[in-house]
């Protein structure tokens, strides 16, 4: 059964950079792609940025310029880079993994704020 784990979350000051990772345990041999969302209270998760499994990426249009998504295959491994960020971009950060018939994969989320 795959699971995920991201880490590297925290506070950072407006203009700071992040690296988020999540890292994925089990068999992703079936995956169709990996991608970030995040989350702020009383509202819908939302889709940051993705990786498909050709290695084709999307972005939120809020994310494009200053979020990278990346992945490390022999690490079973993908990170958000978030550089120039801004108070908005606070919220809590899950990692989503879609498998060929197979239901989603949640991780537990990372908390970014962004703050003075």
């Known amino acids: 059964q795959v699971q995920l784990v991201e880490s590297g979350g925290g506070l950072v000051q407006p203009g700071g950079s992040l690296r988020l990772s999540c890292a994925a345990s089990?068999?992703?041999?079936?995956?169709?792609?990996m991608g970030w969302y995040r989350q702020v209270p009383g509202k819908e998760r939302e889709l940051v940025a993705r990786?498909?499994?050709?290695?084709?990426?999307t972005y939120a249009d809020s994310a494009k310029g200053r979020f990278t998504i990346s992945r490390d295959n022999a690490k079973n491994t993908v990170y958000l880079q978030m550089n120039s960020l801004k108070p908005e971009d606070t919220g809590v950060y899950y990692c989503?993994?879609?498998?060929?018939?197979?239901?989603?994969?949640w991780g537990k989320g990372t908390l970014v704020t962004v703050s003075l």
């Open positions: 089990g068999s992703i041999s079936g995956m169709v792609a």
């Open positions: 989503k993994i879609t498998l060929v018939l197979v239901r989603d994969v």
């Open positions: 990786i498909y499994s050709g290695g084709a990426t």
